[in-house]
């Protein structure tokens, strides 16, 4: 069975709760980038990790650290997950730089498919931005606008 290890984004974890769904169901279904993997012969998913965040300008190479987690239980591919392919903007550089860390290691760019692309950046744009539902913050609470949730929004929101 070839070992293999996901990297995520950590903005869509992390921040948007993605409990990767659509990457373990492919995975499990060896479909999407995992079709590659024969019903003889299925992967066997070691781990996953995230990337560690947004880098800034200065730190593309700490990739590899989150890479060595994985690498270190013998890992022979690595899938970046499709967010990450989609909206990472560091995708290149993260790729050369694990390319470089870990030459006999397969990177694989994505897990599954999307039914439309341009919808789910939409979407994360929106997730990232919060333009349609702005979040409470403290500003809310010391301008005293916040809103408090109540047993009646409860009802209705079961009705
Ligand atoms: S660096 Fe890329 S993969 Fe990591 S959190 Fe930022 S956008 Fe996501």
Redesign the pocket.
């Known amino acids: 069975m070839p070992k293999v290890g996901i990297l995520?984004?950590?903005?869509?974890t992390r921040d948007m709760d993605c409990v990767m769904i659509g990457c373990f169901g492919n995975l499990r279904g060896r479909q999407g980038m995992f079709e590659r993997y024969t019903e003889d012969d299925p992967p066997e998913l070691v781990g996953i990790i995230?990337?560690?965040?947004?880098?800034t300008a200065f730190g593309t190479d700490r990739v590899w650290q989150k890479v060595r987690a994985l690498k270190e239980y013998g890992i022979e591919a690595l899938h970046l997950t499709s967010?990450?392919v989609q909206?990472?903007?560091?995708?290149k550089e993260?790729t050369e730089a694990i390319r470089t860390e870990y030459p006999d290691l397969q990177i694989v760019e994505g897990t599954h498919p999307f039914h439309d692309i341009d919808a789910f950046k939409a979407g994360v744009k929106e997730l990232t931005t919060q333009r349609a539902v702005t979040p409470q913050k403290m500003n809310d609470l010391v301008f005293r606008r916040i809103k408090i949730h109540s047993e009646e929004d409860e009802k209705e929101a079961n009705e």
């Open positions: 995520g984004c950590e903005a869509t995230s990337c560690g965040g947004c880098p967010c990450l909206v990472c903007p560091f995708l993260f």
